[in-house]
T-cell receptor
Framework: EPEVTQTPSHQVTQMGQEVILRCVPI?????FYWYRQILGQKVEFLVS????????KSEIFDDQFSVERPDGSNFTLKIRSTKLEDSAMYFC?????????????FGPGTRLTVL | KNQVEQSPQSLIILEGKNCTLQ??????????LRWYKQDTGRGPVSLTI?????NTKSNGRYTATLDADTKQSSLHITASQLSDSASYIC???????????FGTGTRLTIIP
């Protein structure tokens, strides 16, 4: 069964460093998302992406964040200068269609630890 | 502000027993409500999606209900198994918006 994959599973970085989290969505999906979950808290929406553009973003997704689909298979989240409060699980999701009723399939997550 | 509240926060039941988890939401305009299962350290997995016009949906031993008038939903798990131990998250979306609003989840533990 096709699934969303994410790498690395765990990333440790120093405060102020740039990190790139990678996702491979399900192959025929066109809609991509990033979410984060701070330890012990709820999952929070960061950004949605379609047709090489951000379609929606939350207030969390500030200038330190960017997303890219560099090729036909990968979808990346870059944090330019990490802060301690960026420590969280980051989940990528993909969907075969857009709209509010789409079913989003989540990857296993990348645990980011900022020291 | 769109909010999703779940109860109880945690629940422990014996294997084989049934349980019901609750979700209340204040979201407008409502589009659909989803229940996800999240194992520790893993991504959420969809169990059910219900739109405004649906008031019940089943997926194996999982049955979700929706009352759009009172803005409440429940997830009923029948004949629980050890593998049901996980967090169950209620998620709501609004019309015309792909952003999902997550609840804090109910942590369910099944003991033998």
């Amino acid at each position: 069964e096709p699934e969303v994959t994410q790498t690395p599973s765990h990333q440790v970085t120093q405060m102020g460093q740039e990190v790139i989290l990678r996702c491979v969505p399900i192959s025929n999906h066109l809609y991509f998302y990033w979410y984060r979950q701070i330890l012990g808290q709820k999952v929070e929406f960061l950004v949605s992406f379609y047709n090489n553009e951000i379609s929606e973003k939350s207030e969390i997704f500030d200038d330190q964040f960017s997303v890219e689909r560099p090729d036909g298979s990968n979808f990346t989240l870059k944090i330019r200068s990490t802060k301690l409060e960026d420590s969280a699980m980051y989940f990528c999701a993909s969907s075969g269609r857009g709209g509010a009723n789409n079913e989003q399939f989540f990857g296993p997550g990348t645990r980011l630890t900022v020291l | 502000k769109n909010q999703v509240e779940q109860s109880p926060q945690s629940l422990i039941i014996l294997e084989g027993k049934n349980c019901t988890l609750q979700c209340n939401y204040t979201v407008s305009p409502f589009s659909n409500l989803r229940w996800y299962k999240q194992d520790t350290g893993r991504g959420p997995v969809s169990l059910t999606i219900m739109t405004f016009s649906e008031n019940t949906k089943s997926n194996g031993r999982y049955t979700a209900t929706l009352d759009a008038d009172t803005k409440q939903s429940s997830l009923h798990i029948t004949a629980s198994q050890l593998s049901d131990s996980a967090s169950y998250i209620c998620v709501v979306s609004v019309v015309g918006n792909e952003k999902l609003t997550f609840g804090t989840g109910t942590r369910l533990t099944i003991i033998p």
